[in-house]
């Protein structure tokens, strides 16, 4: 990708704006409008006690292998500090802060100053990617690791000798493993825009793939290995990757209209209820109740497997319900409301009827190249196929919208992109022929 130009003086007038308006807003919807110790119930709970819990010296079990460790271990580290929570709200303001560095650099690289710009004053005010700092959730410090893993893979890609590839590609790849450590609804975007990479690299007979994928695969590890080895120890020796809520997920997701799922475990006296947010929203009610534990990965997929061969055609209309999900949802959950006021919907309603339909108009404007992997595609599917992954993971297990929110920034762009290619001809060009930069590093 070419360097970006210098900014205008109007552009670094706005810029600023954006860092000290969209700051000063996260730090007062953190302090004010959403404390996150006022908004402690359902997951938030569960997050919090897991997190004291380490404080005193809680051994983990088996329950604890439902959930990657990365958010309970983090807030624990951060409550060992100030137990009252004041460092637990720096450290989702900087998070978010990082969020908004991470899509400004990512937009600059990929399509310039002008998108660059546009997305950051979006981003500055778009409630869905600060919401969930003011929450204890993973979704806040997820969404930054996610973010910074795409910007470092671009400068992996960039980088103009093997070694500095492989340094940023290990670095993107230890990004990406935090981002799994926290939740695991990255595994599978990473692996699609792998597999596109890769194939792009290898169209562009560009050198470096080797020490890409090298540089990527020993992050990740550096990562995955602890917690696989963790998570299958506390499954008592069945295969997890980082958590055992993937197959209860799935099982949730493949079961047809029913809204509550109660896992009995009378052995270890041990009872969890789940409810996806979707359901209430398309008015199911009936709960369903199972014998075997929430964590049991082997008896929910054997679950599983036995309602897919009873109702194939049920188990595939549910499986496009929950990609469906991931983007037709009234609001998101935990709601944000201010006054009786559903701020949630709003922005909703801005994603399917603004943001979704630009993105979507920009990349049918580029299917063409899309569909060929022609040298300028690169910035396009590297947007794309996190939201691919994301879709493929909903495919399988279960959708709701608060697992798109932290891939929205990516849409952001996109959005941005078609916006000022629709009122300026030349930006419709972008990206139509390789740059120089490019064309000199083909073959290398």
């Given at each position: ?6 900014l205008s003086r109007?552009q670094?007038?706005?810029v600023?704006c954006?860092w ?6 996260r ?10 110790l ?15 819990a ?11 292998s439902?959930y ?10 951060l409550?060992k500090v ?12 900087l ?9 400004w ?5 990929l ?14 005010l778009?409630?869905?990617l600060f ?8 979704e ?30 290990l ?9 799994a450590?926290?939740?695991a609804?990255i595994?599978l975007?990473v692996?699609v825009?792998?597999?596109i990479?890769?194939?792009w ?35 008592e020796g069945?295969?997890c990757?980082?958590s055992?809520n ?35 929203l398309?008015?199911y ?7 075997f534990?929430?964590y ?11 309602r897919i ?5 049920m188990a595939l ?14 609001d ?8 009786q006021?559903?701020?949630?919907r709003?922005?909703?309603n801005?994603?399917?009827w ?13 299917a063409?190249r899309l569909l060929r992997l022609?040298?300028d ?6 947007l ?6 994301l879709?493929a ?5 279960l ?25 300026d ?20």
């Open positions: 990708m070419p360097h970006p130009l210098p109007r670094v007038g706005i600023w954006c000290l308006g969209g700051g000063l807003l730090l007062i919807y953190l302090l004010v409008l959403h404390p996150p006022l908004h402690v119930y359902s997951d938030m709970a569960g997050y919090l006690q897991r997190a004291r380490l404080l005193d010296g809680h051994v983990e079990g088996i329950a604890d439902l990657p460790p990365g958010a309970s271990y983090l807030f624990a580290a409550l100030d137990p009252g929570a004041g460092l637990f709200v720096i450290a989702q303001w998070l978010s802060l990082a969020t908004m560095a991470g899509l650099s990512l937009a600059r690289r399509y310039g100053n002008g998108v660059a710009v546009l997305s950051l004053a979006v981003v500055a778009y409630l869905p919401h969930y700092a003011g929450l204890f959730l993973a806040n410090p997820f969404t930054c690791a996610l973010v910074w893993a795409y910007v470092l893979l671009l400068r992996a890609i960039d980088a103009p000798v093997p070694a500095s590839t492989a340094l940023w590609a670095a993107a790849g230890l990004a990406a493993g935090l981002a450590a926290l939740k609804t595994l975007p692996l825009t792998g597999v990479v890769l194939l690299l290898r169209l562009q007979h560009r050198r470096g793939a080797l020490s890409l994928v090298a540089g990527v695969a020993l992050g990740l590890a550096i990562v995955l290995l602890p917690l696989a080895q963790r998570c299958t120890r506390l499954a069945h295969f990757l980082v055992t993937t197959a209860m997920n799935a099982l949730m997701g493949h079961a047809g209209e029913k809204a509550e799922f109660r896992w009995l475990d009378g052995p270890r006296q041990m009872t969890f209820s789940f409810t996806s947010p979707s359901a209430p398309r008015g009610h009936e709960r369903v109740d199972l014998d534990g929430a049991d990965v082997p008896a929910n997929l054997a679950e599983l497997h036995r061969e009873a109702d194939p055609w209309t549910s499986s496009l319900r929950n990609v469906a999900d991931l983007f037709v949802g009234r998101f959950w935990p709601a944000a409301t201010y006054r006021r559903n701020w949630a709003g922005y909703q801005l994603y399917k603004m943001l979704l339909p630009l993105a979507l108009l920009w990349l049918v404007w580029r063409p022609k040298p595609s690169l910035a396009e599917w590297l794309l196929t996190p939201m691919l992954g879709m993971t909903a495919f399988i297990s959708g709701e919208v608060r697992f798109r929110l932290p891939f929205d920034g990516f849409v952001i762009i996109l959005a941005a992109q078609a916006m000022l290619a629709l009122v001809r030349r930006q419709r060009r972008i990206g139509l022929a390789p740059p120089a930069a490019w064309s000199s590093a083909v073959g290398r």
